[in-house]
């Protein structure tokens, strides 16, 4: 069986290295790499980032699912850009925020990412959390209180529209006060 034919089968777009060598069943990496480089060189495969391949053209795939597999390790949406798309903050935020274990800024794609990192105690509580289309996004209450977390002065636009009472309940879920 074609290999190209083993990923369009897998549902998927993305592939780290690693998912590539287990979906094939290598385990040599020299034919690992043969494999991908000439998948490459054919078209059939493009190069994301280092490690990191598709099988669809960059402006194809959802820019959060791209940011998500560049971090490769459990993160959400959350923060500014939650906040701005439910109205809590009126300036246009150019970048997607991410919180997860790692800490990075990056560009990809014409999209910039923000990643911040967030202990494993609190990244992964439930509190707050909503998933979508295989996404994890942080609720608009769940979003103010990481924002909180990482900078207790911020200043919120638009006030009436958050729930204080429930951005309190969140931080004690979470265990941030």
Known sequence: MYRITELTRSG??????GDLAV??????????????KRLVSKG???PVHKGLYSLLPLNKIDPIKL????IHSYAYVSCESVLTREGVIDQVVQAIT???????????AGHEYICRKLNPKFLHSSAGMETQNGVSWASAFRAVADLLYFNPQYYFDNREKIDWSE???IQQEVGYV
Do not use: M, P
Not at 12 to 17: C, G, K, V, W
């Open 23 to 36: 979906i094939w069943g290598v385990e040599n990496k020299n034919t690992l790499y043969t494999a991908i």
């Open 98 to 108: 991410l919180v997860g274990s790692v800490s990075r800024r990056f560009s990809l």
């Open 44 to 46: 059939e495969l493009v």
């Open 67 to 70: 940011g998500l597999a560049v």
């Open 167 to 169: 951005v309190r309940q």
């Open 12 to 17: 998927r777009e993305l592939f780290h290295t």
